[in-house]
């Protein structure tokens, strides 16, 4: 029986799994088993996976109808033989020796989770276009996260690839993620993981590689579910945000409002990128809507959740009900 299990939900990825599988094998650390969740794939991604499966028993394909990436990653728990998990995106990639050293963390410490520093991987236009760039999980001697203008605990909670869990500890509590829930699914599980008080290891620096690729999110949809994820996201970020950091009262204010801004800016960002960015009525409704996401808000002059003059005005715009000087933003962005 391997100490790890590593769960890996397959869908439609035959372009980068096997990039993913053989960062899996160059590690180091080869105790380990993993688990490729075929979540109802439709193109090769599978057939691609058998062919590793046939070169390593490690390797073990799971089948299941089509039900979203929370409910494929609780599929994978079940079937989980391992003492520690980890959910690895299909999409992404290992570099360095990941896993021997949040293994040697999480042990030496006796911890139910070890959360990890992690690089990100910036993919443009074309595949060869890209950046990378490392964020260092930085917290002081009383394990919280210090605020910084330039980084927060946000990047490093509200994701599972940056993490091993002891898998007893999410047994016992009975923790899985929700089913059907989609674009929120970490950050919501993270926020009922603490309830429970976990012991958790840190790891400044970590390898896994988070690959961003701008040009698969352009002309996505929008509709009342946005409106209605980025609110539960708010509240979620927020509780996060308490548990993690220890912030007077003041500065809790200005971090609320900053998470309220910035999902207001990319929610408007993303209507307008829409269908319905072009029809007023539909539009306008939509404006109202985003709006309530700043109820209740502090309006601290704080407002590191806009980035550029063009979000500013679109807050201010959407603040005072200037709807028309929201359009026009958007029109000359």
Known sequence: MAKLSIIMPTYNVGEYIGKAIESVFNQSYKDWELLIVDDGSTDNSIAECIEFAKKDNRIKILHKSNGGLSDARNFGLTHASGQYIHFFDPDDYLKGEFYSELLKKIESEKADIVISGYKVEYQYNTYDERKLITRNC??????????????????????????????????????????????????E?????????????????????????????????????????????????????????????????????RIKSGKMVACINRLFSSQYGKESIRRNYY???????LKPTHFYPCRKGVKSVFDLLTYYGLKYNLFSLITFIQRCR
């Not at 016992?172 to 989609?182: D, H, N, R, T, V």
């Not at 701008?214 to 708010?234: C, H, V």
């Not at 404006?287 to 996401?293: A, C, D, P, S, V």
Request: aromatic residues 16%.
């Open 138 to 187: 930085i917290v002081d001697s009383n394990s919280k996260f210090t605020y910084s203008k330039s980084s927060s605990p946000l990047e490093f909670v509200c994701y599972a690839f940056n993490k091993i869990f002891l898998k007893d500890f999410l047994i016992k509590q009975k923790l899985e993620y929700e089913k059907g829930l989609s674009r929120i699914e970490d950050a």
């Open 189 to 257: 599980f993270m926020s009922r993981v603490i309830q429970h008080n976990p012991k958790i290891a840190y790891l400044e620096k970590g390898t896994y590689v988070y690959v961003q690729r701008g040009f698969e999110t352009l002309n996505k949809g929008f509709d009342d579910y946005i409106i209605s994820l980025a609110l539960r996201r708010i509240y979620i970020d927020i509780k996060l945000i308490n548990y993690f950091m220890d912030l007077p009262d003041d500065f809790k204010f200005s971090l609320e409002d």
């Open 287 to 293: 404006l109202k809507e985003i709006k309530k996401l």
